[in-house]
């Protein structure tokens, strides 16, 4: 993940900035770069490879200036060489960016028809150039930005520096963290704390779609409607700083809210996001010779898992059997050596999980790890790696792995597709398209938490509570009972939608509340169906929808969740996000610890 860093300072920044982006290095990056300001001229010096080659330079041309910032770049768009490493610059001004400007492509051609040029095969340039082309009609630099964010579609965090401007950064968060650090006489921006901890152990946070104006006297924060709101300044003790929770109250919180970021690095490690198309892979089996594919897991992973199944047997046109992994171990499966097996896994040391790998490898088939911690057993005992990029996930409770799981199986998925012939160039570039919008749209979803926690209230009450979904909802109707049964000690249940009438339907009554996940897909109007059933019944109906769903359903329904349009492949992603925080919420209000749920241990290495 790239990293950034801003400094105000009373000296010398460069060697600040060097340094608080060594603290930056364990997100992982191929390229570094700064800028700082002599004598009010913007200068800058990048290198590709590691911060060592950032120094050889800044050894061999020293850079001067009392004001500057700092990047780390992770590369997305572009490949990892010195022209494409950040700062980036536009007249008068350079800008550090980390995530993704989705609409990067519209803007480009915009600003080319205006006459503009491109440096780098980078989003991140037309962040900057936005703001030259908001400048250039005689905007201050403040009103510049805040006219230029509006323009700005993604999930990202962005500091802004100005030529001539030595007491002044902008920093903006909508999707990426971004954290202020206050010292004395001197200001900071940095991606977290760790990055600042050398400068202050005083730090506040931007709220989501929050902007930042940064001087040397302080930070005057903005909200996205542009009203001057406070942030809370926090001592940090150095540390603590790893397990940091920030603005929020529980680290599930805060990582629910991590979603857009890693879920979007997460697509970057296995989409080219300039070309639209999938990097190579490196399968461990011809996709092409493969008749069946296995995936194991278990709890939040193994959901993950079934809904790799219903995209790779979509995409991949391939016949997929799922289990949890503590049946799998034990009942003596044939294991084809011809096969592939996906294990999925946020720690990489889930016991059975780990058995059941064993197991298969026994058995001569090839497999891939779909894993968060890269270092552990699952990760390298299997094949080839899958990573997801969540970052350290501290709340019992799995959210933002879970999300970064659904994007790498939805990647393989893909890719699978495309090695065997079953998609073409043309499906799979709409397909992505249509997956990197996630991002983007989680962070939209994450704006549903106030509403969502109105109608936690209600299934506080509830003694049982019934989850329904059909396609690629089922399994998350699935997660949302489990999410709720280990977070509030609510007994929740998940069914496919369509099996309501084969048994369940017989607990429709007032006090049971029916959560229905009903994306605008191809099955939607059968969902709709369900919910009559559940309304003809007296039945208390609670819908995660697109606007238009409460409507189309035509039923009493006591709650909506409006969600954003998402397209009809990829909306598990996007709708996990309001099933966490009904979990989240309903534990929170209930007076349950949200992170640390009794009898759960984050990582089971035990049978
Ligand atoms: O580390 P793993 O992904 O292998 O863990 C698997 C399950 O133990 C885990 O997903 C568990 O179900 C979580 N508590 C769910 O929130």
Same mark, same amino acid.
């Given at each position: 993940?790239?990293?950034?860093v801003?400094?105000?300072?009373?000296?010398?920044?460069?060697?600040?900035?060097?340094?608080?982006?060594?603290?930056?290095?364990?997100?992982?990056?191929? /390229?570094?770069? +700064?800028?700082?300001?002599?004598?009010?001229?913007?200068?800058?010096?990048?290198?590709?490879?590691?911060?060592?080659?950032?120094?050889?330079?800044?050894?061999?041309?020293?850079?001067?200036?009392?004001?500057?910032?700092?990047?780390?770049?992770?590369?997305?768009?572009?490949?990892?060489?010195?022209?494409?490493?950040?700062?980036?610059?536009?007249?008068?001004?350079?800008v550090?960016?980390?995530?993704?400007?989705?609409?990067?492509?519209?803007?480009?051609?915009?600003?080319?028809?205006?006459?503009?040029?491109?440096?780098?095969?980078?989003?991140?340039?037309?962040?900057?150039?936005?703001?030259?082309d908001?400048?250039?009609?005689g905007?201050?630099?403040?009103?510049?930005?805040?006219?230029?964010?509006?323009?700005?579609?993604?999930?990202?965090?962005?500091?802004?520096?100005f030529?001539?401007?030595?007491?002044?950064?902008?920093?903006?968060?909508?999707?990426?963290?971004?954290a202020?650090?206050?010292?004395?006489?001197?200001?900071?921006?940095?991606?977290?704390?760790?990055?600042?901890?050398?400068?202050?152990?005083?730090?506040?946070?931007?709220?989501?779609g929050?902007?930042?104006?940064?001087?040397?006297?302080?930070?005057?924060?903005?909200?996205a409607?542009?009203?001057?709101?406070?942030?809370?300044?926090?001592?940090?003790?150095?540390? /603590?700083? *790893?397990?940091?929770?920030?603005?929020?109250?529980?680290?599930?919180?805060?990582? +629910?809210?991590?979603?857009?970021?890693?879920?979007?690095?997460?697509?970057?490690?296995?989409i080219?996001?300039?070309?639209?198309?999938?990097?190579?892979?490196?399968?461990?089996?011809?996709?092409?010779?493969? /008749?069946k594919?296995?995936?194991?897991?278990?709890?939040t992973?193994?959901?993950?898992?079934?809904?790799?199944?219903?995209?790779?047997?979509r995409?991949?046109?391939?016949?997929?059997? +799922?289990?949890?992994?503590s049946?799998?171990?034990?009942?003596?499966?044939?294991?084809?050596?011809?096969? !592939?097996?996906?294990?999925?896994?946020?720690?990489?040391?889930?016991?059975?999980?780990?058995?059941?790998?064993?197991?298969?490898?026994?058995?001569?088939?090839?497999?891939?790890?779909?894993?968060?911690?890269?270092?552990?057993?699952?990760?390298?005992?299997?094949?080839?790696?899958a990573?997801?990029?969540?970052?350290?996930?501290?709340?019992?409770?799995?959210?933002?792995?879970?999300?970064?799981?659904l994007?790498?199986?939805?990647?393989?998925?893909?890719?699978?597709?495309?090695?065997?012939?079953?998609?073409?160039?043309?499906?799979?570039?709409?397909?992505?398209?249509?997956?990197v919008?996630?991002?983007?749209?989680i962070?939209?979803?994450?704006? *549903?938490?106030?509403?969502?926690?109105? +109608?936690?209230?209600?299934?506080?009450?509830?003694?049982?509570?019934?989850?329904?979904?059909?396609?690629t909802?089922?399994?998350?109707? !699935?997660?949302?009972?489990?999410?709720?049964?280990?977070?509030?000690?609510?007994?929740?249940?998940?069914?496919?939608?369509?099996?309501?009438?084969?048994g369940?339907?017989?607990?429709?009554?007032?006090?049971?509340?029916?959560?229905?996940?009903?994306?605008?897909?191809p099955?939607?109007e059968?969902?709709? /169906?369900?919910?009559?059933?559940?309304?003809?019944?007296?039945?208390?109906?609670? *819908?995660?929808?697109?606007?238009?769903?409460?409507?189309?359903?035509?039923?009493?329904?006591?709650?909506?969740?409006?969600?954003?349009?998402?397209?009809?492949?990829?909306?598990?992603?996007?709708?996990?996000?309001?099933?966490?925080?009904?979990?989240?919420?309903?534990?929170?209000?209930?007076?349950?610890?949200a992170?640390?749920?009794?009898?759960?241990?984050?990582?089971v290495?035990?049978?």
């Amino acid at each position: 993940m790239c990293g950034i860093v801003g400094v105000l300072a009373q000296g010398p920044v460069a060697g600040s900035i060097v340094a608080a982006l060594k603290r930056l290095e364990y997100r992982g990056y191929d /390229s570094a770069g +700064i800028a700082t300001l002599e004598d009010g001229r913007l200068q800058r010096r990048r290198a590709e490879g590691k911060l060592k080659n950032l120094e050889a330079k800044l050894v061999a041309e020293p850079l001067g200036g009392t004001i500057g910032i700092g990047h780390t770049r992770w590369a997305t768009h572009g490949k990892p060489t010195e022209t494409n490493a950040h700062p980036h610059a536009a007249r008068g001004l350079a800008v550090v960016h980390n995530g993704i400007i989705e609409n990067f492509k519209a803007l480009r051609e915009e600003l080319a028809a205006k006459g503009f040029g491109f440096a780098t095969e980078t989003d991140t340039e037309v962040a900057a150039l936005v703001v030259e082309d908001e400048m250039a009609s005689g905007k201050t630099p403040v009103e510049a930005v805040s006219a230029a964010l509006k323009r700005l579609r993604g999930a990202f965090a962005l500091v802004y520096l100005f030529e001539g401007e030595e007491d002044l950064l902008i920093g903006a968060r909508q999707g990426a963290p971004l954290a202020v650090g206050y010292g004395d006489g001197e200001m900071y921006l940095g991606s977290d704390a760790l990055a600042l901890a050398p400068f202050t152990d005083r730090v506040a946070y931007l709220d989501e779609g929050d902007w930042v104006v940064v001087t040397r006297k302080g930070a005057e924060f903005h909200d996205a409607a542009g009203k001057v709101v406070q942030r809370r300044v926090q001592v940090s003790p150095a540390g /603590s700083l *790893l397990a940091e929770k920030g603005n929020y109250r529980h680290f599930m919180a805060k990582e +629910i809210h991590e979603q857009p970021e890693v879920v979007g690095h997460t697509l970057a490690h296995y989409i080219d996001m300039s070309a639209m198309r999938l990097k190579p892979f490196d399968w461990p089996v011809d996709p092409k010779t493969l /008749s069946k594919v296995t995936i194991i897991a278990c709890g939040t992973a193994h959901v993950a898992g079934l809904v790799g199944k219903y995209w790779i047997e979509r995409f991949a046109r391939l016949a997929v059997e +799922i289990d949890v992994a503590s049946e799998f171990r034990y009942r003596e499966a044939p294991v084809d050596p011809n096969g !592939l097996t996906i294990v999925v896994s946020q720690s990489g040391e889930t016991a059975d999980t780990l058995a059941s790998l064993k197991y298969v490898k026994e058995h001569g088939s090839k497999t891939i790890g779909v894993v968060n911690v890269p270092t552990s057993s699952i990760a390298r005992l299997t094949d080839v790696a899958a990573p997801t990029l969540a970052g350290p996930e501290i709340g019992v409770a799995s959210t933002k792995a879970f999300t970064c799981q659904l994007a790498a199986m939805a990647a393989l998925a893909l890719g699978l597709g495309k090695a065997r012939g079953t998609l073409s160039d043309a499906e799979e570039a709409t397909l992505l398209a249509e997956l990197v919008s996630t991002p983007a749209l989680i962070a939209e979803a994450l704006k *549903l938490e106030r509403a969502t926690e109105k +109608i936690a209230q209600a299934v506080a009450r509830a003694r049982d509570v019934l989850y329904l979904g059909r396609g690629t909802s089922y399994p998350l109707a !699935l997660e949302g009972a489990l999410k709720l049964k280990e977070l509030t000690y609510i007994h929740a249940e998940g069914y496919a939608a369509g099996e309501l009438k084969h048994g369940p339907i017989a607990l429709i009554d007032q006090a049971m509340p029916v959560v229905v996940i009903a994306p605008h897909d191809p099955v939607f109007e059968k969902t709709v /169906s369900n919910m009559q059933e559940v309304a003809a019944r007296g039945g208390w109906l609670i *819908l995660i929808g697109e606007t238009h769903a409460k409507a189309e359903a035509a039923v009493e329904i006591e709650h909506f969740l409006p969600m954003p349009e998402v397209g009809a492949n990829f909306a598990p992603i996007v709708y996990a996000v309001p099933v966490q925080m009904l979990a989240y919420y309903t534990a929170v209000i209930m007076g349950k610890d949200a992170d640390q749920p009794r009898n759960l241990a984050k990582s089971v290495t035990v049978e």
